[in-house]
């Protein structure tokens, strides 16, 4: 499912919101967010600074 308009946004922030446990995503998880939603992984990121959730364990450093 492509996130983009404003469902697609709805969705992008369930499910980040879902994903997060205490504030806080690990990287991986947010990683396979963006592979699952067909999004690139600062879509993911962005929309957990928005949501106040930290990217937590980065591999990549991809989020900041």
């Known amino acids: ?3 983009d ?3 697609g946004t709805d969705r992008l922030a369930e499910v980040v919101r879902q994903a997060a446990r205490d ?3 690990p990287c991986a998880r947010a990683l396979e967010l963006a592979r699952e939603l067909k999004v690139p992984p600062a879509r993911v990121g962005e929309m957990a600074d928005r949501l106040g959730i ?3 364990a980065c591999q990549l ?3 900041r």
């Open 61 to 63: 450093g991809c989020f």
């Open 54 to 56: 930290k990217i937590v």
């Open 5 to 7: 308009g404003d469902s």
């Open 23 to 25: 504030g806080r995503l």
């Open 1 to 3: 499912m492509k996130a």
